[in-house]
């Protein structure tokens, strides 16, 4: 909890400064990092682990309602595994994220009063990076269960990215290329309808991650399909209808 404190410390101070180099937050999201590692196999790999979450939920908060939908999707998911595997540390994170996701959203939706900012983004990636760390010091399978609720969240980031790059855009720019914006601006949804499909994918991806050999894989991948597919299959859907 120290780790997670001090990375909404340095999203705040982001936040209030107006800027923290990239350097020390790379920095500081490491040693966060490191510090939740639970043994020393982990270590190599927690900071860049808990790094790369951190920075996908603050590339991925875009729209009003998405981030905490999804952390309140991440944290029931989290709290359930947790209890049935009789783990206090996965239950207490589990209900503390999905009560502060649950508790922010009539803040940020469908009227957005109150924002994230980075303070909020890096409180809830570390959240969830301190679960999906401790999950995986436990066994790979469990590690898995905690991290699925994010896959939605980490597809969505890649491709837009990978469509940056492919153009040759510069990576940094802000954009409007992620699947949720699309749906907004090319589809219509409010943010609100566009927040639920993708809390909808967290779960059944959430789901389906329980679910024994390939059943379970090939439902996984069908759930992210559908999300990363929705602009076109709902301008599909449109065209035929006006037809």
């Known amino acids: ?14 936040d209030r400064l107006g800027h923290v180099s ?14 939740m590692s639970p043994d020393l196999a982990l270590a190599a790999l927690s900071p860049v682990g808990t790094a790369g979450v951190v920075n996908v939920v603050n ?50 939706a469908p009227k957005a009063d109150l924002f994230l900012g980075d303070v909020g983004s890096y409180l809830f990636g570390g959240l969830c990076a301190a679960g999906i760390t401790h999950a995986w010091g436990r066994g790979s399978r469990q590690g898995w269960l905690v991290a699925a609720p994010l896959l939605p969240y980490a597809v969505d980031a890649s491709q837009a990215l990978v469509r940056r790059a492919w153009r040759g855009a ?25 927040a639920t499909l993708h809390a909808l994918s967290a779960a059944v991806t959430s789901f389906s991650s329980r679910q024994p050999g390939w059943c379970g894989a090939a439902t996984t991948a069908a759930a ?15 065209r035929r209808d006006a037809q």
């Open 22 to 35: 990239p350097i020390t937050r790379l920095a500081i999201q490491g040693s966060a990092g490191l510090a």
């Open 170 to 194: 510069p990576l940094p720019e802000a954009h409007r290329e992620h699947i949720y914006q699309r749906l907004v601006d090319e589809q219509g949804l409010s943010h609100v309808q566009s």
């Open 224 to 238: 992210l399909a559908l999300y990363i597919s929705s602009p076109s299959w709902l301008r599909a859907l449109r």
């Open 1 to 14: 909890m120290l780790a997670v404190a001090a990375l909404a410390a340095t999203g705040l101070a982001d």
């Open 59 to 108: 590339f991925m908060d875009g729209i009003n309602g998405i981030t905490g939908s999804t952390a309140a999707v991440w944290g029931a998911s989290t709290l359930i595994a947790g209890r049935r595997q009789l783990d206090p540390t996965l239950q207490t994170l589990g209900a503390v994220t999905a009560g502060a996701g649950l508790g922010f959203i009539p803040w940020n």
